[in-house]
């Protein structure tokens, strides 16, 4: 159909609304499907059936090592690609929508924003983060209120107090090897963690991810372009009303 023809058609994505209310004027989006081999092989086929690839040297099927999904949309101004999420496929199935999150145990959606002033020497910083099942149905948020003082380690300490926190509750255990934290930082290093080539800190030990949990990467800024981005965003909105909260009640930090 012609633009004008699916204006007042329900919008493809399923989003329940118009089409010329929905996806009518945005930006197209790339879907990227990532795969590392571990080694040099000659794919030469590709099979799809529901969303799911195999790659495929003849007829043999190839099993990738590593995997991501990445969706991603062009900038403004030719200033190149803008990623809206990048999570990892720990699985052999190779998807090309996030439907491979329900044969996760659990995934925790996190954001820690920060107060701009120092208070007493430290900065107030507040992480949420929101718990979901296989079907990304919610299962509990947590809020933790911290003090630091180097502003830049917010995020990491954010994401350190949340792996401590799944390590000691009852329902986690290190047994269960599938465990997601999506969050909206340091992109450019999450594979060096996740592989454990690089730790999440340095000092005052080095901390390294436990190998039974991978970091994936969302945008707040893109609510509407998925579940994970719709949950990060309102994760955002509470650690900020958090803080509000808690500057004008003069709580004790």
Not at 112 to 137: C, F, P, R, W
Not at 139 to 159: R, S, Y
């Amino acid at each position: 159909m012609s633009d004008g023809e699916m204006r007042n058609k329900p919008c493809f994505c399923g989003s329940g609304k118009k089409f010329k209310k929905c996806h009518l004027n945005k930006k197209p989006r790339e879907i990227i499907l990532q795969a590392d081999m571990g080694k040099s092989v000659i794919i030469n086929r590709l099979k799809l059936q529901n969303n799911e690839i195999t790659l495929m040297n003849n007829n043999d099927e190839l099993t990738p090592t590593y995997s991501k999904l990445i969706k991603t949309i062009y900038k403004d101004d030719n200033k190149g690609k803008k990623i809206i999420f990048q999570i990892p496929q720990l699985f052999k199935d190779l998807k090309i929508d996030l439907s491979f999150l329900n044969k996760i145990d659990n995934t925790y959606i996190i954001d820690t924003n920060t107060y701009n002033e120092k208070i007493n020497g430290q900065y107030l910083s507040v992480s949420v983060a929101a718990i979901y099942d296989k079907k990304l149905k919610y299962i509990d948020v947590m809020t933790k209120t911290f003090n630091h003082t180097e502003k830049i380690m917010a995020e990491k300490i954010g994401i350190k107090n949340l792996i401590d926190l799944i390590e000691s509750r009852n329902h986690i255990t290190k047994s269960k090897k599938n465990i997601l934290i999506i969050t909206d930082h340091d992109l450019d290093k999450l594979d060096q963690y996740n592989s454990r080539e690089l730790p999440l800190f340095e000092k005052p030990e080095k901390f390294y991810i436990p190998s039974y949990i991978k970091l994936g990467y969302a945008s707040a800024d893109k609510k509407n372009d998925s579940e994970i981005n719709r949950i990060l965003n309102e994760c955002d909105k509470l650690a900020s009303k958090t803080i509000k909260e808690i500057l004008e009640n003069n709580k004790t930090i």
